[in-house]
């Protein structure tokens, strides 16, 4: 009832009074059971084209183009990769495909791989052992980040020295044609009696 009362016009006039059931009863008529008048406050409206003031023009930015899909194929999400080297081809892949100057950017763990492309693969070398996220990025013609995958995760491991050693220890055989077999470290070979 209250919310009537606010839409009122200004020059409307409210009164009330308390009916039979002691109930307060607003309403517009004023010779009803001695009705008193209520005191309302003035109106905050304000004209659409306040006298004086030119329409503003809005300047329309063209609005960011909407992909219905974009994605990291491969890696899988959480797979786990084996790589001496660690070395990573990440392919992407986008619906609708890629807008005229728009480019891809493929985040490591948050930081920028390389500059933005065209090109929907990505070969990364070097990634430290351990667990690390991937997501892409599309941008615009002015840098502007137009969608974006979540974080992604994926394991790398890489195989060292010293487990390359564990998982097949150097024999006498195959010194001299394994790096990772030192001469230094070659066992005595076995004396003959004769």
Do not use: W
Request: charged share 20%; net charge neutral; hydrophobic share 35%.
């Amino acid at each position: 009832m209250v919310a009537c009362l606010i839409s009122l016009p200004a020059t409307a006039e409210v009164f009330t009074y308390i009916d039979a059931q002691g109930n307060r009863v607003f309403t517009d008529q004023p010779g009803t059971r001695n009705a008193k008048r209520v005191p309302l406050a003035t109106s905050n409206r304000m004209s659409a084209n306040p006298s004086g003031a030119a329409p503003m023009t809005a300047t329309k930015a063209k609005p960011l183009f909407h992909y219905d899909m974009l994605r990291v194929l491969v890696p899988d999400p959480d797979a786990t990769i084996r790589s001496t080297a660690g070395e990573l081809i990440v392919s992407v892949t986008s619906e609708p495909g890629l807008q005229q100057g728009h480019r891809y950017r493929l985040l490591l763990d948050g930081q920028p791989t390389a500059e933005p492309g065209p090109s929907p693969v990505f070969a990364l070398s070097n990634i430290d052992r351990g667990s690390h996220h991937l997501s892409v990025e599309i941008l615009d013609e002015q840098g502007r980040t137009v969608e974006r995958t979540a974080n992604q995760p994926f394991h790398m491991q890489r195989i060292s020295l010293a487990q390359k050693r564990q998982v097949k220890p150097c024999v006498l055989t195959d010194y001299g044609q394994r790096p990772e077999c030192p001469l230094k470290d070659k066992p005595e070979e076995e004396k003959s009696f004769f």
